[in-house]
DNA sequence: TCTCTTAGCGCG
DNA sequence: AAAGCGCGCTAAGAGA
């Protein structure tokens, strides 16, 4: 298709675009860009490198890709930059800069954009906005998509047609059907802007918007950066777990009179194969209630000379399945490191989340965490937050026995154990039994666990057999010793229950499903509060590494992992120990930071944890 | 054959 | 009256 002008047709209005492929042409337009006040609508359609033409969706890896058109829209005009032909990429970049923009899920283009020179770019994004307002409208996310496909027939009313979107973008000359659609974008972008401005003003999310939106930055840094993967090394972890895996399986196929091994068949065999005794007591499935096939269940039982192949064989099944060779196809070609998808607002607590593969469930054994590596001749260093969770709720109840313990420095769960075991504290050792029972407490107690879960909870997450009524009696003493906490918990379930809302510090606004508010309506405000000082902290650390050659690495939840070369490393922990307590106290202005922040390094993950 | 749901499990 | 929360990924089974 040549150069030319012509009409889109988009919320019953006929939209003058321009395909450009001159430079003469892109200097004009770029001249009529250069002089509009206010926020340009973007997106880019991305097209493989030649070398990776045939490699799976190479089209969505900045490192495999490169732009192919740049659409923007300025409320008059859809202008749609073809750089396969303009050799302007200055100007553009210029223009880039100067500007404010708007985009759906700003940080793909963004990468895209770093990659093709830009330094920095005022951008906001409407698919966090839409995040950020629908978190606040809809009880949950089921049957909700946030691709500006589907918001375009949901808000906007007016689909699109997305056929284009996988279509050759690499193809010299691009059909008219492919270049009207790219004009479309950035009009739907506009359009969607638009109206959401009501729903920011509506909730008064304009401060959380403001948080992620600056959160954009190192997180888009970090997807580029990726992280580093010992091949060799992860190859035979792969391979002992298969051992394992295969040992426990062999055991099973006799048992099991069968060469695949599925829940239904162990089923099966368990309801076969049990004494009617322990079958009355077995634990059955929540929705179905079929016999649970669970690890934690069969740990229960593993007295059962039959159980124990069966838990080693679920074990290694996990990490063979979900940990193994996938993590190896994840790597890059080009750059040979593995970059996640991070989804901001992914949680509706407004949490990131980790996608492709996800970074924030890896298992937190060293010898599994030390395949992920930083660059040859570097050294990771990484900060956690201590116990965030516990000290926001500290933050939110000002209970005068938690932030007193985290003002002194002393450790709240030795202190819960001393008081609940009537032992000093001095004989609560770190790993004793009482301190590990009080643990779980506490992280439960936080939101709202009762003494019966608390039986089961605490022996499947810590080994601690605790009986029903200690339990209670527990919990009794959990809540006089920590009790402003209590009477903070009591005012937030009374004020949800009622309206159904919970906010964070940051003002992110959670619409709670009515079967599901009691225990949200405790989290929400702490687990996303604690999220947001987490971005905070990104934010404040992306300002400071700016132009070093320290690295983002990693993000989960309340850990930062950096990446940098050895004699950078005081620097790095400085780095981290200030963004993340200037965090907290951006949030808390009067917080308790005593051993707020915790960090350590190493030559791999593993090793720096 | 494909898509959706369920159960289960890794992490915080 | 009582009630822990938040994700993403996998395999298998169900449904169309």
Redesign the pocket.
């Known amino acids: 298709m040549n150069e030319t002008t012509f009409k889109v047709r988009f919320l019953d209005k006929d939209i003058t675009s321009i395909y450009i492929l001159e430079d003469s042409t892109a200097d004009a337009c770029i001249k009529t860009l250069m002089e509009f006040n206010g926020t340009l609508a973007i997106d880019t359609e991305t097209m493989p490198l030649p070398q990776y033409r045939d490699y799976p969706k190479a089209g969505l890896s900045p490192h495999l890709a490169t732009i192919r058109l740049i659409q923007i829209y300025d409320g008059k005009q859809s202008y749609v930059f073809d750089l396969m032909f303009i050799k302007r990429r200055k100007k553009l970049i210029k223009l880039l800069e100067t500007k404010k923009f708007l985009a759906h899920n700003a940080v793909f283009d963004y990468k895209f954009l770093r990659k093709l020179g830009a330094k920095h770019i005022e951008l906001g994004c409407t698919r966090i906005i839409y995040k950020l307002i629908s978190h606040a409208v809809y009880p949950t996310?089921?049957g909700l998509s946030a691709s500006l496909e589907a918001l375009c027939s949901t808000i906007l009313k007016s689909p699109i047609y997305k056929d284009a979107q996988t279509s050759d973008w690499g193809e010299p000359n691009l059909t008219f059907e492919q270049v009207e659609y790219s004009a479309v974008d950035p009009i739907a972008v506009w359009e969607l802007g638009k109206r959401f401005k009501n729903g920011i003003n509506k909730f008064n999310l304009w401060k959380i918007y403001k948080l992620t939106k600056e959160a954009q930055y190192p997180i888009c840094e970090m997807q580029l950066n990726g992280v580093g993967l010992d091949v060799d090394k992860h190859t035979a972890n792969i391979h002992a777990w298969r051992d394992k895996l295969y040992a426990s399986k062999k055991i099973l196929m006799e048992h099991l009179g069968t060469t695949?091994?599925?829940?239904?068949?162990i089923r099966e065999w368990l309801g076969a194969n049990l004494d009617p005794y322990t079958l009355s007591f077995w634990p059955v499935?929540?929705?179905?209630?079929?016999?649970?096939?669970?690890?934690?269940?069969?740990s229960d039982y593993e007295h059962l000379e039959i159980v124990k192949p069966l838990t080693i064989f679920?074990?290694f099944?996990?990490?063979c399945?979900?940990?193994g060779d996938?993590l190896i196809n994840c790597v890059n070609p080009e750059t040979g490191r593995i970059h996640s998808?991070f989804?901001i607002c992914?949680?509706?607590?407004g949490?990131l989340?980790?996608?492709?593969?996800?970074l924030?469930?890896?298992?937190?054994?060293t010898i599994?965490r030390q395949v992920f590596i930083p660059a040859k001749g570097k050294i990771l260093v990484l900060a956690?937050f201590s116990q965030?969770?516990v000290r926001v709720a500290g933050e939110y109840s000002q209970d005068k026995v938690l932030l007193d313990a985290y003002r002194n420095g002393s450790d709240i769960y030795s202190i819960t154990a001393a008081h609940l075991s009537g032992k000093h504290i001095s004989e609560v050792q770190s790993g004793s039994p009482e301190r590990q029972n009080a643990k779980a407490l506490v992280?439960?107690l936080?939101?709202?666990?009762?003494?019966?879960?608390?039986c089961s909870?605490a022996k499947k997450?810590y080994g601690v057999e605790v009986s029903q009524e200690k339990a209670s009696k527990d919990i009794k003493e959990f809540r006089k010793l920590y009790h402003s906490l209590r009477s903070w918990q009591l005012d937030q379930?009374a004020m949800c229950?009622e309206s159904l809302i919970a906010t964070t510090k940051y003002g992110k606004i959670r619409c709670l499903?009515a079967d599901?508010?009691?225990?949200?309506s405790?989290?929400?405000p702490i687990?996303g509060t604690a999220s947001e000082i987490n971005l905070q902290s990104m934010v404040n650390c992306y300002h400071k590494i700016k132009g070093t050659d320290i690295k983002m690495f990693n993000n989960?939840?309340?850990?930062i992992v950096l990446e940098c070369s050895k004699d950078l490393k005081n620097d790095a922990i400085k780095v981290l120990k200030d963004s993340m307590t200037d965090a907290y106290l951006q949030c808390f202005p009067d917080g308790v930071v005593n051993n707020l922040v915790q960090p350590s390094w190493g030559y791999n993950w593993g090793e720096a944890?």
């Open positions: 996310d089921a695949r091994i599925t829940d239904t068949k499935t929540e929705t179905s209630g079929q016999l649970s096939v669970s690890a934690s269940t069969f679920k074990k099944q996990t990490l399945n979900t940990f996938q998808d989804n992914g949680a509706r607590t949490r989340s980790s996608s492709k593969p996800n924030q469930n890896f298992p937190r054994s599994y956690d965030i969770e992280l439960g936080m939101y709202g666990l009762g003494a019966n879960s608390f909870y997450g379930t229950q499903a599901n508010w009691y225990g949200s405790l989290n929400t687990q989960i939840h309340d850990e944890k």
